[in-house]
């Protein structure tokens, strides 16, 4: 019994376990209740963590999955909607446009209402989207489908920023990063999902009737799917634990309303140079990626004629490869902490995956493509949680929510300029052009995350309230209380 409290004491800091409000949710306790004034507040995790996170991403992913089922079949949707593929490219670009008015005020939102009421505007906007979206399946209705797509593309911005927030508000110093990944997995699944469905439910036929079936069947799946996930967001989701799973979290919820000025945070976060940086250098590899998703289908057809139904399956490569990429990653930071350079290597490797893409699409085998997108995929894709974690180091004690919102911003605005950008090139140069366009701003990425300064803030605040409850401690052992009298008073 005494080797077991020995190691919990190394693993979690000394403490004592309180009466938990839910003992059949509770998992484990730690900490120092708050009745001494020089002790660290008491914390707890829950069993229901793992509930809310896979919550979270299941709406994400319904999310995600809504922003790429057009541009994975934009050939078909141009002949079903006679538009300009320009104009598809929008339903794609739509998303990354509304993000950038509307996250500051949306992050204000979250900071002030908190997690449930930005869960349920998401689904609720979501949920509406996609059953216009269901109203909108004949040739004329172009303008419908965009309205639809327009709401979950509102949807996407009470969404994309609530990983890091999610994982710091319910998870452990140890697993923060995981819940982070996992979060992100969501909407990575979301994009695989799409990738692969749409080719397989809506067959590039010449019959208008027969096209338009097959869209009604596909938008009234997503919106099946989308109503159930509402639902169980209104029954299931909750706010915040009743005590706080870290110390760098208790004192995040020590600070008092009227003591928080959103403004205030949003101009110190704009003078926190690392982050700046981070900021730019997120934004450029993100918005590579969004590029590269969206006109994915034109890369493709472009090469391989007639194969709309594995550029779908690229596409799901790409995505199911970063899905491992940022599991992997999450766990990896959980262990060694290794912020930057992990995520300095996650870069590096990013950009030698683009270059092998660029220069092995044209060779006429596809196999060679479905490799080298799933290695471009694993690490391009594997960054976005660690580009999450990393900004909430460097950031700490500002609100998670904020920190995401502008490296968010960042690439929905980098996504726009690129995939026009490239769009274009292609047009005019062809596929190579593009991708070496988009590799030259990666290698600006990689050379601007190098001269990021590793100032991890979250984990400082985490192992100072460690080192000032056992140095408590150890006054009070070297001043002559006994160890039980120490048990009594609640302080081990």
């Known amino acids: 019994m005494g080797d077991r409290r020995a190691q919990d004491v190394k693993e979690n800091g000394p403490h004592l376990a309180p009466t938990a409000p839910n003992p059949a949710e509770q998992v484990e306790c730690s900490g120092i209740p708050n009745g001494d004034s020089g002790s660290a507040p008491t914390t707890s995790l829950y069993k229901k963590r793992w509930a809310i996170v896979f919550l979270f991403s299941s709406y994400s992913l319904s999310n995600a999955y809504q922003w790429i089922q057009y541009g994975i079949i934009s050939n078909i949707i141009v002949k079903f909607y006679t538009v300009e593929a320009f104009a598809v490219d929008w339903l794609s670009m739509i998303y990354m446009l509304t993000y950038i008015p509307f996250i500051f005020p949306v992050t204000w939102l979250l900071d002030k209402k908190g997690l449930r009421v ?33 709401l979950s593309s509102l949807a996407q911005v009470f969404i994309l920023g609530m990983p890091a927030r999610l994982a710091s508000v319910w998870f452990g110093a140890d697993e923060v990063s995981t819940a982070c990944s996992i979060g992100v997995f969501g909407n990575q699944m979301g994009i695989a999902i799409g990738f692969l469905v749409p080719p397989i439910l809506v067959p590039n036929v010449d019959d208008v009737t027969e096209l338009a079936y097959h869209i009604r069947i596909m938008f009234y799946i997503s919106a099946g799917v989308a109503t159930f996930i509402f639902v169980l967001v209104l029954i299931v989701f909750q706010e915040r634990p009743e005590l706080p799973p870290t110390q760098a979290q208790a004192q995040a919820r020590s600070i008092q309303p009227d003591e928080y000025s959103y403004m205030a945070s949003i101009l110190r976060l704009l003078r926190n140079k690392p ?51 940022s599991l992997i990653c999450g766990i990896w930071l959980d262990k060694t902490k290794t912020y930057k350079q992990t995520t300095l290597v996650v870069y590096v490797l990013s950009l030698v995956g683009m270059l092998v893409y660029a220069f092995t699409l044209n060779l006429g085998h596809l196999w060679v493509v479905f490799v080298t997108a799933g290695v471009l995929g694993f ?59 988009l590799c030259i701003f990666l290698l600006i990425g990689t050379a601007m995350t190098g001269l990021i300064k590793s100032d991890l803030r979250r984990q400082k605040a985490n192992q100072q309230t460690e ?25 081990l």
């Open 467 to 491: 080192v000032q409850t056992v140095s408590k401690i150890r006054a009070d052992l070297e001043g002559g209380v006994s160890p039980p009298e120490i048990l009594k008073e609640g302080k």
């Open 275 to 325: 982050f700046m940086l981070l900021v730019v250098s997120y934004g450029l590899n993100v918005g590579c990626f969004y590029a590269i998703s969206t006109l994915l289908n034109r890369m493709i057809i472009e090469h391989y004629p007639g194969e709309e139904v594995n550029a779908g399956r690229i596409g799901l490569t790409i995505v199911i490869a970063g899905m491992a990429g």
């Open 379 to 437: 690490f391009m894709t594997g960054y976005l949680p660690l580009g999450f974690e990393f900004a909430v180091e460097l950031t700490y004690p500002e609100s998670e929510g904020t920190s995401s919102g502008l490296l968010n911003c960042s690439a929905q605005i980098f996504g726009i300029i690129f995939t026009i950008a490239q769009g274009k090139i292609i047009d005019k140069w062809g596929t190579l052009a593009g991708n070496i366009f």
């Open 118 to 150: 930005t869960a349920l505007v998401a689904n609720a906007l979501n949920c509406a989207g996609t059953w216009i979206k269901v109203a909108s399946a004949k040739p004329e209705l172009f303008w419908v489908t965009m309205v639809g797509q327009l």
